[in-house]
């Protein structure tokens, strides 16, 4: 497995994951399938968009992990972030391999914050983030979503990601 920049050729494969991870339910809160180039301008390519990793085999990709700047809340030096594993790829460690690549995009274009907004119904990515090394305390949030953080330290424990 490599982690390396999603491509526009990528969108469609990239949407199917994303629609198979939408039909599962509770994992997202994009509730409707995309098109391949809905895609791309979602992850890829749209003014918001900062960065979007793949985890690719020789035959498929099987996760991404975007840096977005989706939400108008952000404060400057902030991103937010989201990640898609495919079912038959989880607990395989592809969400940490796209973990561990981010922090030297993030560290590149100058970001010091990463935030995650979780549904609170998805237990299993409040836990993958916490794994990650993001912070927030889950129990205390009042409304549906979680709002976990990690900081960017410049020089730490970034890893060069192939283009």
């Given at each position: 497995m490599r982690i390396r920049y999603a491509e526009i050729d990528d969108a469609e494969e990239l949407a199917c994951l994303l629609n198979d991870i939408i039909a599962e339910g509770g994992k997202t809160a994009i509730d409707t399938p995309l098109t391949g180039s809905e895609f791309a301008e979602w992850f890829i390519i749209g003014p918001?968009?900062?960065?979007?990793l793949v985890a690719?085999?020789?035959?498929a990709i099987l996760g991404f992990q975007t840096l977005?700047?989706?939400?108008?809340?952000?404060?400057?030096?902030?991103?937010?972030?989201?990640?898609?594993?495919?079912e038959r790829g989880?607990?395989?460690?592809?969400?940490?391999?796209?973990?561990?690549?981010?922090?030297?995009?993030a560290e590149e274009i100058g970001v010091q914050c990463i935030r995650?907004?979780?549904?609170?119904?998805?237990?299993?990515?409040?836990?993958?983030?916490?794994?990650?090394?993001?912070?927030?305390?889950?129990?205390?949030?009042?409304?549906?979503?979680?709002?976990?953080?990690?900081?960017?330290?410049?020089?730490?424990?970034?890893?060069?990601?192939?283009?």
């Open positions: 918001h968009c900062i960065s979007c690719a085999t020789d035959d977005e700047h989706f939400h108008g809340d952000l404060p400057p030096g902030a991103v937010d972030i989201a990640t898609f594993v495919a989880r607990a395989s460690g592809i969400g940490r391999s796209l973990a561990d690549a981010t922090p030297a995009v995650a907004v979780i549904q609170r119904s998805n237990e299993d990515a409040i836990g993958y983030y916490f794994s990650i090394g993001f912070h927030g305390n889950a129990d205390s949030a009042t409304s549906e979503s979680v709002v976990l953080t990690r900081c960017i330290v410049p020089g730490g424990d970034a890893k060069t990601v192939r283009h």
